[in-house]
């Protein structure tokens, strides 16, 4: 059979894939603290190929051949998003540039030392307790008081302070009179510590995130190690009043649209060439 | 079906909401003490393919598993009640609220309580000649007098009613010669605003279900605060045309994306129709 044929098939699977993780960035590109998502692509298993069965002569060796690609990894992006004033107090957004000392992060956020091995840049999140009670980490700044005083996001996901509990704050303390300091403290119109603490959390290798929806990631059990809360000293702020932008680029997100969709397209064309060959093969060979 | 075309739908829809939004604010832009609603969005849930051990390959930076997402969706619309700008109109029964508070009034016979940030009054003669004073849709203005008491304001057949900057509610004798205290003028601060639903008539209602006591507090003008009353000008809306505008290009931009998104994932599919042409 001819093995090309599969191959384009799978050429033509991956580019779907590729082509329905840009359709998701392009839909959030007004979504505050959404991250770009890349498909990465990986070809199938390398095979050998050999020459044999002629008589008198040796094996001979073709070549190697990979047989097919497919969509691997989703990648985020997990470079800062623009801030935008919006002028809402109950909006935060996150401004993180965490260094790792000795290691200068390049703009994607990612160093090589002198041995090779990557290193990328830790990013700085919002820690929110999801209505199971597990843990997830948002860049998604857009939180309101809920009507018994908790801080808590669009979806109802609780905002943790210092302490590791939801921030909640006494009956008659609006979010109008709250302002946000320096160091993630709420204190009301008095300038009165209200005793509440934003808790920001750092992942050192933001990769090892699973995008999970609603603007939310989560770190499988492996890889909680990764997690720290944030201490002085930390290259972030928090502003409140704004809203992280998006990080997508939609210049990049058409153009990848089409690369996708014509690559789609090339794929297609050798299946209907294989075919066409095919088609001359069963048809046309032994005709008399 | 392909989920790029799913989730073109799902960010279109919502990029249409968004659209309704911007509309409904600008379409109340003349609207007086009329409080313009923002919605920011937050993408849908993600679905992982599950992958097993053998595709943890070299070089792979992510865990196991391809996630997919599914589009957007609008978040629910928040209040923005920052300041409107005050214009003078000279008009007794209009009174503007400058800082953070709301009037009370009386929506029905039962004593049902709504907000308003509109202060254009009406006069309305009751029966006794004496004047109530309304919104225009004829729901009385409450006053708290000294006794902590809540009542309709009326002032009495022939005088004129006097509000001042603390928001206490006198009423002066056509000739100047008598002047009556009718107690203060009862203002609200929305203690959390997300729970007060926009109703018709630009007024705000706290949700049912919700306790009143834990969405909005007493508020009285005083040197302590920054609320003060104006009689005789008008809060104008405090939507801005430029920001509505911005936002509504970027809403229609995206919109216009997520379509080529969709007519390019049609294009994909029809030719996985004419594999075999």
Known sequence: MLRGLYTAAAGMIAQQRRHDTVTNNISNLNTPGYKQVTAVGRSFPEMLLHLTGIEGEKPKRIGRVNTGVFAEESLSVHIQGDPYLTGLRSDFAIMSDLQVPGVQFDSSGKAIDEDGNVIYQPQAFFTVQNPDGEIRYTRNGSFMLNSEGYLVTNDGSFVLGTDNNPIQFPQGIGIEQLTLTGDLRFVDSNGADTGAQLLITVIDNPNRLVQEGYGKFRLNDEDADLARPAVDGDRFEVRQGYLERSNVDAAQAMVDLISALRAYESNQKVIQFYDQSLNKAVNEVGKV | ?277
């Open chain 2, 1 to 277: 079906m392909n989920s790029s075309m799913i989730n073109a739908l799902m960010s279109m829809s919502a990029m249409q909401r968004k659209l309704d939004l911007i509309a409904d604010n600008i379409a109340n832009m003349n609207t007086v003490g009329f409080k313009r609603k923002t919605a920011s969005f937050e993408d849908l849930l993600t679905t992982i393919k599950q992958q097993d051990g053998r595709f943890a390959q070299e070089g792979r930076k992510t865990p196991l598993g391809f996630t997919i997402g599914w589009g957007v969706r609008m978040t629910q619309a928040q209040l923005d009640l920052s300041q409107g700008s005050i214009q003078r109109t000279d008009n007794p029964y209009d009174l503007a609220i400058q800082g953070y508070a709301l009037f009370e009034v009386i929506t029905d016979d039962q004593g049902t309580r709504a907000y308003t940030r509109s202060g254009a009054f009406r006069a309305q003669l009751n029966e006794d000649g004496d004047v109530v004073v309304t919104t225009p849709e004829g729901h009385p203005v409450v006053v708290r007098d000294e006794g902590g008491a809540e009542e309709p304001l009326i002032v009495p057949a022939g005088y004129a009613l006097q509000v001042d900057a603390m928001g206490r509610v006198s009423a002066l004798s056509a000739d100047g010669s008598d002047l009556q205290e009718l107690g203060r003028l009862k203002l609200v601060e929305p203690v959390r605003p997300d729970a007060l639903q926009a109703v018709s008539d630009n007024l705000f209602v706290v949700l049912a279900g919700v306790d009143v006591d834990a969405v909005i507090r007493d508020v009285q003008p005083d040197m302590g605060n920054s609320v003060r009353i104006i009689q005789g000008a008008h809060e104008q809306s405090n939507v801005k045309l430029e920001t509505e505008m911005t936002e509504l290009l970027m809403a229609q931009r995206a919109y216009q994306l997520s379509a080529r998104a969709l007519s390019s994932a049609d294009t994909m599919m029809s030719l996985a129709n004419q594999l075999r042409a």
